[in-house]
Every structure is written in structure tokens, then in C-alpha cells.
């Protein structure tokens, strides 16, 4: 995963979102998986992009079809596993957060 973050992030950012993927998989009909790469990746993925990762990193996902669409996964459980934990790691715990406003009234003259 590092080798392709560093060589291609976006296909990166393809493979990433796989680990959201429900069902069979992430379908690409409609530019779905694009979307899903492009939130992850905070900008646009484009569907040349997507053909890329199934080239250079189609050892890492599994092609399936439901309702007559190809869809795509991640290949093994420990791929979307180091996914997540990605993101959990780096997603504020609404717990730690404080709930205290800042006083924003004027200074008082002393």
C-alpha cells in the first residue's frame, strides 16, 4: 500500500475507498467508484484513473457483478482492516473534544 500511495495516489485513493464497499462491491457504472476515490481523496479521480488500478493494483481487488453491473472490493479482509484503522486514527474522538465555549465578551476594565 505505501509503494502505491507513493507511485500513484490516486489509485491509492481507489483502493481506499473499496474498503467502504457493501455487497459485492463498489460498482464503476455511473462513475461510482470515481466518486468514492474522489471523497477520499478530497479531489477529483477520474475514470482513467480507475482503469490504472485495475492494472497496476488489481492483485488487491476482487471483480463481482450484482444486478447485472461489475462491482469491485477489496481482495482480503486485512486490506480494508488497515483501511479503516487509518482513518480511525485519524478521526477526532467527539469524546476528548470539551464542550466549553470560549469567552468572547469584551475585557473588562480594570
Do not use: K
Not at 26 to 42: K, L, M, Q, Y
Not at 47 to 65: K, M, N, P, R
Not at 82 to 93: F, G
Request: glycine share 8%.
Amino acid at each position: 500500500m505505501q509503494r502505491l500511495r507513493r507511485d500513484d495516489p490516486d489509485v491509492e485513493h481507489l483502493l481506499h475507498s473499496l474498503a467502504y464497499a457493501r455487497g459485492n462491491g463498489i460498482p464503476r457504472t455511473n462513475g461510482i467508484w470515481e466518486t468514492a476515490g474522489s471523497a477520499i481523496a478530497g479531489h477529483r479521480i477520474t475514470d482513467a484513473a480507475v482503469t490504472c488500478a485495475l492494472e497496476t493494483a488489481g492483485s488487491y481487488i476482487v471483480q463481482d457483478a450484482e444486478f447485472g453491473d461489475e462491482c469491485y472490493r477489496l481482495g482480503h479482509r486485512t486490506y480494508t482492516e488497515y483501511y479503516l484503522a487509518q482513518d480511525r486514527a485519524h478521526t477526532p474522538n467527539p469524546t476528548t473534544r470539551t464542550t466549553q465555549q470560549p469567552d468572547l465578551s469584551p475585557p473588562r476594565p480594570h
